[in-house]
């Protein structure tokens, strides 16, 4: 297992050199995303602003302040706590996103499903995880709230966020097909077909 430090934006190669059990830091940019700007990107067809072509983009609708805008706060929010919302529901939109808009990455918890697993292994991408409830530490990785797009939908605007040392994160899905999920399902069904067949029970 290895730990890689990624200043994003990355391109295909990099992604591709990351496996399941490695562990990734990232540097410099990463985008905000959830269910709402997903639907309103790919459903309704809004475009946005941002260019996503090879960055991260992490799970979340973020509780921030508005403020003023500043040098110290150019996009007019300063962030209070930035979590990490359940992954899988946003499936089907993995392929559009890394298609149309070249994202790279993508951060949550949870993991996400064989539609994804695809779309990493025919474009190049991967699954970071970040561990349910570390929203008060993940925050602390975010710098700056740099620019929003699509703010009418807040909190679910599209956010771009300054990072330093955002991580260490897990590798849970890789571009090879490589799933931390899917080998626990598989565990996990072989240890109770061996616990069923030592008290003779049937499946």
Same mark, same amino acid.
């Given at each position: 297992m290895t730990h890689h430090i990624l200043e994003m934006p990355a391109n295909e190669a990099q992604v591709r050199a990351l496996k399941v059990g490695d562990t990734v830091t990232l540097e410099?940019?990463?985008?905000?995303?959830?269910?709402?700007?997903?639907?309103a990107m790919f459903d309704r067809a809004r475009k946005t602003k941002f260019d996503l072509q090879?960055?991260?983009?992490?799970?979340?609708?973020?509780?921030?302040?508005?403020?003023?805008?500043?040098?110290?706060?150019?996009?007019?929010?300063?962030?209070?706590?930035?979590?990490?919302?359940t992954s899988q529901r946003m499936e089907r939109f993995t392929r559009p996103l890394m298609e149309q808009n070249g994202v790279r990455i993508i951060i949550g918890k949870g993991g996400m499903g064989p539609d994804t697993s695809k *779309?990493?292994?025919?474009? +190049? !991408?991967?699954?970071?995880?970040?561990v349910g409830?570390? @929203? #008060?530490?993940?925050?602390?990785? =975010?710098?700056?709230?740099?620019?929003?797009?699509?703010?009418?939908?807040?909190?679910e605007s599209l956010w771009r966020f300054a990072i330093k040392n955002f991580g260490p994160?897990?590798? *849970?899905?890789?571009?090879? +097909? !490589?799933?931390?999920?899917?080998k626990v399902q598989d565990? @996990? #069904?072989?240890?109770?077909?061996? =616990?069923?067949?030592?008290?003779?029970?049937?499946?």
């Open positions: 410099r940019t990463l985008f905000g995303i959830r269910d709402a700007t997903l639907m090879g960055h991260a983009v992490v799970h979340t609708a973020p509780n921030v302040k508005k403020v003023p805008v500043s040098n110290e706060n150019p996009g007019g929010y300063i962030p209070l706590c930035i979590g990490t919302t *779309a990493f292994r025919d474009i +190049g !991408g991967v699954y970071l995880a970040v409830g570390a @929203a #008060a530490l993940q925050t602390t990785w =975010i710098t700056a709230v740099e620019d929003v797009d699509m703010d009418d939908l807040h909190p994160l897990l590798v *849970a899905m890789d571009a090879h +097909g !490589g799933s931390l999920y899917t565990e @996990a #069904a072989a240890r109770r077909s061996a =616990i069923l067949a030592s008290i003779g029970a049937a499946e």
